[in-house]
């Protein structure tokens, strides 16, 4: 990084700061589809409130780690300018590290919660063993995103920005329910309409083969 300019480092701390606050909006927004997600599947009302306590942690923690975020310093162009350690650099700023940790601590948790929660809802259905499986399957994938996670929480404490670990596998779980629905859609359906498209007769031919002409 030092072979760049002073110029160039700076643009890269302001880029880097700017990519802190979308992080920790894309990561409160991956979890609050995934909450209603969940709302739209389960109608049982003890379950909805347990959801909408959850959007409301979720929608809380996501806030207050945004504002840590943008107010880390004081002032705030310390956030890319500290490194120059000049006369204009004069103020202090919170551990970054440190943020990261007990945001990826946090979020660990409401991932294993929401984990639990359709989990729990599922084994209770009366549904056959097979379909009851493939339905906690599907949502266990969700263990992906909390495994991410935690790797996530060991490289922040040897110091490791490693965010851009996390998001990418948190937008697959998120999407993952509605694959099944995607390739129902739009996969199969096509594939049937062009078997059906082959399997009609072509003009001038007829069901059985024969063609009668009439003068």
Known sequence: MWLLTADQITNYFKGYYVMQALYHCTI??????????????????????????TQAFNLIIGVIFLFLGIFQCNPVHLAWTLWRQDAQSQGTCMNIVDIG??????????????L???????????????????LMAMF????????????????????HQGTYNFTGVGIF?????????????????????????HSEPSPGRASGGVVEEVH
């Open 116 to 134: 639990a929660l359709p989990l729990m809802q599922i084994q209770s259905l009366n549904l056959k063993w097979e379909k009851k499986s493939s």
């Open 101 to 114: 940790i007990a945001h990826g601590a946090i979020q660990v948790g409401l991932d294993i919660w929401m």
């Open 173 to 197: 779980t998120a999407c993952a329910p509605s694959i099944r629905q995607f390739f129902r859609v739009f996969i199969l359906r096509r594939h049937d309409g062009q078997a059906r498209l």
């Open 28 to 53: 409160t927004l991956l979890k609050a589809s995934v909450l209603f997600l969940y709302q739209r599947i389960f109608p049982f009302e003890r379950l909805k409130i347990a959801l909408w306590a």
């Open 140 to 159: 266990s994938l969700g263990l992906f995103l909390t495994a991410t996670s935690s790797v996530r929480l060991r490289l922040l404490a040897e110091d």
